[in-house]
């Protein structure tokens, strides 16, 4: 599995996945669903990809081999056995691709454990502003949620947890602790910059990129 994440965390699955989703017109090739952010769609590899056929890019990296498909197709396209729970956590830099990475790789049923969405959800302020006077509470549901997390509480398949971490033994601890698989967000720090230059982030963000990769310590 392993192989296959660090795959979907390649430069040059995104760039084809994304090129896929513009030439299918932001729209479900399946049920025809247009999507309003291309994170709805999902590139999907019609031969299946394996750890013994990622490295073909016959298969892997071939526009003839991917189709785009919305969350609710790609739901049903790979229907779930069993009820192994696998936990993930998924870091990297501020403005790796984090999250969009793991909207590729979830699927409807899984949790995801996003600090942002976190703070987003409870105080309805739009992404980057964070009310410092209710951070508490926030961090009182990460716990509750890590704690689920944890003991396998519940009936999700698989839970994905979303963060910077960029201090090796603190996230090898928490993998430990939680029975978790590490899958690194792959990037540079010139690649994150350039992305928050083309996005609307406030400039502090700047300062985050710098921080997580001050600590970054492989
Ligand atoms: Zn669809
Ligand atoms: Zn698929």
Redesign the pocket.
Known sequence: MDKLHKFYCTQEWRGLSYNSKIAAGGK?N??G?IAGKMSELIGHHKIELTEDNVDDPNISLNPENVEV??Q??HNKEHRRFGNKKNVYIVYGSPLSGKTTLVKEIMRQGDIVLDLDAIWQAVTLQEGYNKPNNVRFNVFKLRDELLQQIKTRYGNWYDAYIIGGYPDKYERERLAKSLGAELIYCESTKEECIQRLEDSDKPDRWLEYINDWWDKYNG
Do not use: N, V
């Open positions: 479900c399946r049920c669903h498909i919305c609710q197709c």
